[in-house]
């Protein structure tokens, strides 16, 4: 990633981050995109210009960066958010998208599913066409009977593999297994039904008609896209 891509990136976490109030009940997204967003947060907090905030974070790598940089982070309740910034790593035009590349696709939908507002921070190359288009489809599934359940998933038309992180396989923050599928032509709404129904499988990566925005960053700067 280009230093320039990373300084426009942290400019749409700042643009996000923009729209929070003192007093708002925040979900941080896990990501290298999110963080600037956290980082932000920190900074406005430690300067007097938010506060009164509450945060549930979407992983363990962002509540210990959140927390050290003062900001409150607790557990998962049944309270709406007011606002969760997170990223992405596909975004379709209608502000569908594919999410958990970074593993915590799980904790990240279970926070922004509680969302009034759902917004999404990422760079111009995560924008596609259809989704599916550049990224796998993360699908957290089981260890126990991995096989078995993977067996079932390639009955639906899934081709991928197993993820894995120096040639160990990948374990998710809460204890399970990455894997990241393609699948062609299918409908998302029914394929989400359908993997969701699939026995072994935890959650998905499709994060459908969730966002609200997206600031995107790109060579000529920040544009906002709305659903």
């Known amino acids: 990633m280009s230093p320039d891509l990373e300084v426009l990136k942290k400019e749409a976490a700042i643009r996000a981050v923009s729209l929070i109030e003192s007093g708002m009940h925040l ?12 980082e932000e947060l920190g900074r406005k907090v430690a300067a007097g210009e938010l506060s009164n905030l509450t945060c549930v974070a979407t992983s363990q790598a962002s509540d210990v960066l959140a927390r050290s940089l003062g900001l409150d982070v607790g557990p998962l309740t049944p309270q709406a958010f007011d606002i969760a910034i997170d990223g992405a790593d596909e975004i379709a035009p209608n502000l569908d998208l594919i999410k958990g590349l970074g593993g915590a696709l799980v904790r990240e939908k279970l926070v ?12 111009h190359t995560k924008l596609v066409q259809t ?6 489809l993360p699908i957290e599934v089981l260890p126990f009977g ?3 359940t993977l ?5 639906l038309g899934a081709v991928g593999e197993l993820r894995r992180q120096s040639g160990e396989l990948y374990i998710t923050d809460n204890g399970n297994l990455i894997f990241d599928a393609r699948f062609a032509g299918q409908d998302l709404a029914e394929l989400e039904r359908t993997l ?6 935890v959650e998905t990566g499709l994060f459908l008609n969730m966002a609200e925005r997206a600031f ?3 060579p000529e700067g920040v544009r906002e896209v709305v659903r």
């Open 146 to 148: 991995v096989d078995s």
């Open 112 to 123: 922004e599913v509680q969302a009034k507002r759902l917004i999404i921070i990422a760079d």
């Open 131 to 136: 989704l599916g288009q550049k990224a796998p």
């Open 27 to 38: 979900g941080l997204g896990t990501g290298s995109t999110a963080k600037y967003a956290i």
């Open 151 to 155: 067996e079932r998933l390639k009955g």
């Open 216 to 218: 995107v960053a790109a």
């Open 196 to 201: 969701k129904g699939t026995l072994g499988v």
